[in-house]
């Protein structure tokens, strides 16, 4: 029986002392790979140009100035010469002497693109006329007439009672013959009203003479506005007249008339 218990033994022995050699080689193992050595290059500047970098001074990157695709000639002046001329779209540029982009002496033709001038008609700039030198021998700078109201009206420069006694008050922000003139008057209570301007029509016709001539005007607008509107008071490019009076009982209220030239 004590053999037996002996022979059985040594097998367990030997099982039990691999075990033990096998779980101490497990920490050991290590991993590697077949990826070459240049698989990050080094980007420190040393090794990407050849000589260490030289701070506060010039260095070799500084002079690298890199190949543009598809360039002909190229500093860093003048940028890219196309191969092909590309028809309508190089036609303002000027071939300068050294073959790059540039100003030169020659004319500049500006491409006709089709459909360009349809899209952006050309813009004006709003015309205005000073008043100086405008005063006739009276003091008055104008004469305005409405035939379908009866009115002919000598025009004074200011938009104050003084003038509307006497007619009708030029809006002195306003030209005084090109562009948009503007004109006010007294709806009632005076010599001189133009409460009546409410009832033109559109067509009617006005007339404005000055020293620099006579101009005829047809009317494009009649409205009622707030009396704290003086948008159609603006600078216009086209000639017109504008008029304004206050409206009966309504002070917070006026009648603005608007009429353009006839050419």
Not at 113 to 119: A, Q, S, T, Y
Not at 155 to 161: D, I, L, P, Q, S
Not at 233 to 253: I, W
């Amino acid at each position: 029986m004590k053999l037996m218990r002996h022979a059985l033994s040594v097998p367990l022995l030997a099982l039990l002392f691999f075990s033990m050699s096998t779980g101490a080689s497990a920490s050991d193992y290590t991993f590697t790979t077949q990826a070459p050595s240049d698989y990050y290059p080094s980007s420190s500047y040393e090794d990407v140009y050849g000589s260490r970098y030289n701070f506060g001074g010039a260095n070799v990157v500084d002079y690298q100035i890199p190949e543009l695709e598809f360039g002909v000639l190229s500093t860093t002046q003048t940028g890219i010469m196309e191969k092909v001329r590309l028809p309508g779209l190089q036609d303002a540029v000027v071939t300068a002497p050294g073959g790059g982009y540039g100003i030169g002496p020659g004319p500049v033709e500006i491409a006709d693109i089709p459909g360009l001038k349809d899209n952006f008609p050309t813009i004006t700039q709003p015309a205005y006329t000073s008043v100086e030198g405008m005063k006739r021998s009276d003091g008055s700078i104008g004469t305005l007439k409405i035939p379908s109201l009866g009115i002919n009206m000598k025009v004074w420069e200011g938009e104050t009672n003084a003038s509307m006694r006497k007619g009708l008050g030029h809006y002195s922000s306003t030209s005084a013959w090109d562009g948009n003139a503007a004109f006010c008057g007294h709806n009632r209570g005076a010599r001189y009203v133009i409460g009546d301007i409410k009832d033109l029509e559109i067509g009617d016709t006005i007339t404005y003479t000055t020293v620099y001539g006579t101009r005829t005007y047809a009317v494009s607008m009649v409205r009622t506005i707030s009396s704290t509107d003086w948008s159609y008071l603006q600078a216009t490019a086209d000639n017109r007249v504008t008029l304004t009076t206050c409206l009966a009982n309504h002070p917070e209220k006026r009648i603005c008339v608007q009429a353009v030239e006839v050419v």
